[in-house]
């Protein structure tokens, strides 16, 4: 069964210092990737997805994942965080071809400060 | 293009009342889910669906069931409310292959029982 782990559950900056929040999945086929964000009293939202190609992948408000296939890995990362980042981000995955449901890590509460 | 719609938004239950919520999604989506989110644990599963009349066990599915009668509608039930049952309930659905695997999410339902 695939799974996926992030590892910092709790991460504090200040602003304008650069994020990286990891994420390794368990999974020994094609996989498509996501990160997903939920800002403090709202639902989950996507941030962005890897499906092939590049495995740099850009998505909105400046974030970014890189797909390390041989690592098992989709780490998101920002250069300059802002207060407004403040949200818990939550990694998933499935398998291409559809035949699994998504699997969502624990997530990751980011606290930026002023 | 509502995406995917749950009601009721909040609820207040004594405990060993029943409550049924309900989950809508117009995207034609294969997957449903039902998660609850409370503070410090992430996102659990608590049932899925992989299509219509399908239904299946995620890892905390004690104290609920579901049904999926009609393709686009997800259904959570609480037999008997207890307290530990007091979290915010999200619901989301995700399609089949490709880049129809992409999670859609519910605005949630915060459920407290006293």
């Known amino acids: 069964a695939q799974s996926v782990s992030q590892h910092n559950h709790h991460v504090i900056l200040s602003e304008a210092a650069s994020l990286e929040l990891g994420c390794n999945y368990s999974?020994?086929?094609?996989?498509?990737l996501f990160w997903y964000v939920q800002y403090p009293g709202q639902h989950l939202q996507l941030l962005l997805k890897?499906?092939?190609?590049?495995?740099l992948v850009k998505g909105i408000k400046g974030f970014e994942a890189e797909f390390i296939k041989s690592k098992f890995s989709f780490n998101l990362r920002k250069p300059s965080v802002q207060w407004s980042d403040t949200a818990e981000y939550f990694c998933a995955v499935t398998n291409s071809g559809g035949y699994q449901k998504v699997t969502f890590g624990t997530g990751t509460k980011l606290q930026v400060i002023p | 293009n509502a995406g995917v719609t749950q009601t009721p938004k909040f609820r207040v239950l004594k405990t060993g009342q029943s409550m049924t919520l309900l989950c809508a999604q117009d995207?034609?989506?294969?997957?449903m889910y039902w998660y609850r989110q409370d503070p410090g644990m992430g996102l659990r599963l608590i049932h899925y669906s992989v299509g219509e009349g399908t239904t299946a066990k995620g890892e905390v599915p004690d104290g609920y069931n579901v049904s999926r009668l009609k393709k686009q509608n997800f259904l959570l039930g609480l037999e008997s409310a207890a307290p530990s049952q007091t979290s915010v309930y999200f619901c989301?659905?995700?399609?089949?292959?490709?880049?129809?695997?992409?999670?859609?999410f519910g605005q949630g339902t915060r459920l407290t029982v006293v």
């Open positions: 995207m034609n989506h294969e997957y």
């Open positions: 989301a659905s995700s399609g089949k292959g490709g880049q129809n695997t992409e999670a859609f």
């Open positions: 890897y499906f092939s190609g590049d495995p």
């Open positions: 999974y020994g086929g094609t996989v498509n």
